[in-house]
């Protein structure tokens, strides 16, 4: 791993391994020095994960990863204190919904929806984990977060089990989405399988497998300036702005994704305001 160009790395996380674990093993096979992720996947949950190598760690906050897009199976009649498949089982022998009663109802959970997270999760309550709570049978008030759910499809439905692919925004609870689907039907639903597919703009089909990498495989590796979805700026003095000197301007040369000028932007509280634009009418 070159030193000098930070990557981004686009990679398949497996079933049964936690997420930190599993990019410790990545930073193992690649030799990096260090890694971060742009956000966990539970144990049993497959698919993309988004992790951050040696000197992209600091920029991983840049990254853009307000959407997220999953496959997720959910199987009606039982209701467990995780809210997925893991769990203990806390209810049981709910009636199985026909697709029709499903399809009704799944307009309910697009849009600007609260979602109360499970209790066996990440969500921090008084800067403490809520699974901590929960493994410690500590009570603790747990307060809906308002999430963006965009699209909902039903891919298949057999029996007890239900396929979705869900469009959301992040900090969107899966296992809270099934959970409150089986409520809504007035039985009970837990999530029983979850792959992520996409992340901000990036997606499952251009991830690599740990395997791959291992071998020397390359595929999955982004640089930096690549996975940081922001405006670019060209500056003249690059030993300036390296050694942390400010650089002030009031215009900036404005660019399209290909390097093409398009245009002068004027700097105003952080917002560029297009001064001069090229019209290419002309």
């Given at each position: ?13 497996p ?15 690649l ?42 199976q ?9 809210d ?7 209810n ?5 919904p ?9 307009g309910d ?17 008084n ?43 992040k ?6 989405l ?12 837990t ?25 020397g ?20 003095n690059?030993?300036?702005f ?10 900036v ?16 509280e ?13």
């Amino acid at each position: 791993m070159e030193e000098l160009r930070p990557y981004i790395l686009l990679i398949s996380k497996p079933f049964g391994i936690t997420s930190f674990q599993f990019m410790d093993r990545v930073r193992t096979a690649l030799g990096a020095r260090k890694a971060g992720h742009t956000g966990t996947l539970d144990p049993m949950a497959t698919g993309l994960m988004v992790i951050a190598l040696n000197n992209a760690t600091r920029f991983i906050p840049f990254i853009n990863t307000d959407i997220k897009k999953y496959v997720i199976q959910i199987q009606f009649g039982i209701e467990t204190d995780t809210d997925d498949i893991t769990g203990n089982v806390i209810n049981s022998g709910g009636k199985v919904p026909d697709i029709s009663e499903i399809e009704a109802v799944l307009g309910d959970f697009i849009g600007d929806v609260r979602q109360r997270p499970p209790f066996y999760s990440a969500k921090k309550v008084n800067g403490k984990r809520l699974y901590k709570y929960a493994r410690n049978k500590n009570e603790v008030e747990v307060k809906e977060s308002e999430v963006s759910i965009y699209k909902i499809e039903v891919m298949f439905f057999k029996k007890d089990k239900l396929v979705l692919r869900v469009l959301c925004s992040k900090g969107t609870y899966m296992r809270a989405l099934a959970r409150d689907l089986g409520r809504k039907l007035r039985t009970f639903a837990t999530l029983s399988a979850i792959a992520r597919t996409r992340v901000g703009n990036f997606y499952i089909k251009d991830a690599a497998f740990l395997s791959c990498i291992a071998r020397g495989a390359r595929k999955g590796l982004i640089p930096l300036s690549e996975a940081v979805d922001l405006p670019a700026l060209i500056i003249e003095n690059k030993n300036a702005f390296l050694n942390g000197i400010d650089i002030k301007t009031k215009f900036v040369k404005v660019q399209d994704n290909s390097g093409n000028f398009i245009g002068i932007g004027e700097v105003q509280e952080s917002v560029i305001h297009p001064k001069k634009v090229l019209n290419e009418n002309i």
